[in-house]
């Protein structure tokens, strides 16, 4: 059910969007939540964030650097793709469970920029370490959420979700 995939890249093209990503020149835009709105005021939970593509069109003037990444995935449609970048908390704390998107066939993706201490975390309890250039993926229904981290400045994922 969850394909997890190391060393998923060569190393040449996951460079490129790793030094991409974590560019003092990459636009990242606040998102005063993870999941949906705070309703319980975790300090820890926003993040900063870059779409890359949503509703069928290209948002970002940055998409083909994921080229490599995208031709290797082979979709039929990509549904979105958007970088999440979390600053790191003094403890690990979860976030709350959540879907993508409610659609049928859809499989959603992570592909992990950097290593650090941070999780992904699945409703069947299986979890997974944030491993750079590690990619995970699941049938879009499957709930699962991502904690903080403690021992890098920041965390930064791809969240891929297509047919």
Request: contains cysteine.
């Amino acid at each position: 059910m969850i394909k997890e995939i190391k060393n998923y890249l060569d190393l040449e093209n996951f460079n490129e969007i790793k030094n991409l990503l974590t560019s003092n020149e990459f636009p990242w835009f606040l998102n005063e939540f993870k999941v949906e709105p705070n309703k319980q005021n975790k300090i820890y939970d926003w993040q900063f964030t870059h779409i890359f593509y949503r509703n069928f069109t290209i948002c970002s003037q940055y998409f083909n650097f994921l080229n490599s990444l995208i031709n290797k995935i082979n979709p039929i449609s990509i549904v979105q793709i958007k970088a999440n970048l979390t600053p790191a908390y003094h403890k690990i704390e979860s976030f709350d469970m959540h879907t993508d998107f409610n659609l049928k066939n859809v499989k959603t993706g992570i592909f992990y920029i950097n290593t650090n201490d941070g999780l992904t975390i699945f409703e069947n309890k299986k979890q997974f370490k944030s491993e750079e250039n590690k990619f995970i993926y699941f049938p879009c229904a499957l709930k699962h959420t991502g904690t903080t981290h403690t021992n890098t400045k920041q965390r930064i994922v791809l969240n891929i979700n297509w047919v």
